[in-house]
């Protein structure tokens, strides 16, 4: 066997893993505890809920890339996923400012919603992490 194949095989066994853990952050955090936010009299602030969306949006285009790179790996696209690692990364210390000022005002929706709002944060970092790695596996 070829060392050049083993190393692809390597980065592949590698990648994959990654997707998982994205996975298992999506099922066994997000979607379990989905249920009980909507169940639960707490909800979060318009502007809350207008960044929540966009944070999710924006994660949910670079899964995608890293997923469209992993499949058909393009220099360009790999550039491009760098750059929006970067904004995420930067998005989430901006929103997490934001909630912790809405606090300071005493947004009373702020205040009820502020643990899932920080859990739901937390998660789609990690989920920025684990695509960041991703990115860094592609790129060696």
């Known amino acids: ?3 050049e194949f083993i190393d692809e095989s390597f980065k592949i066994l590698t990648i994959v893993s990654e997707f998982e853990e994205i996975a298992d952050i999506v099922y066994n955090s997000l ?3 989905a249920l009980l936010w909507v169940n639960s009299q707490k909800d979060f602030s318009d ?4 960044e929540l969306v966009a944070y999710h949006d924006h994660l949910l285009n670079h899964l995608n890339s ?3 790179v992993f499949m058909d790996y ?3 696209s790999l550039n491009k996923l760098k750059k929006e690692n970067k ?5 989430s210390i901006d929103l997490t400012q934001k909630h912790f000022l ?13 643990e899932n709002h920080m859990e739901i944060i937390g998660n789609f970092s990690a989920i920025n992490s684990h695509i960041n790695n ?3 596996i592609l790129y060696n």
Do not use: H, V
Request: charged share 40%.
């Open 1 to 3: 066997i070829r060392e």
């Open 102 to 114: 809405r606090l300071s005002q005493n947004i009373p929706e702020s205040i009820a919603s502020t």
């Open 87 to 91: 904004m995420l990364r930067n998005l």
């Open 47 to 50: 502007e809350g809920k207008k």
């Open 134 to 136: 991703i990115i860094r």
């Open 31 to 33: 979607l379990d505890k």
């Open 66 to 68: 890293a997923i469209k």
């Open 74 to 76: 393009k220099s360009k």
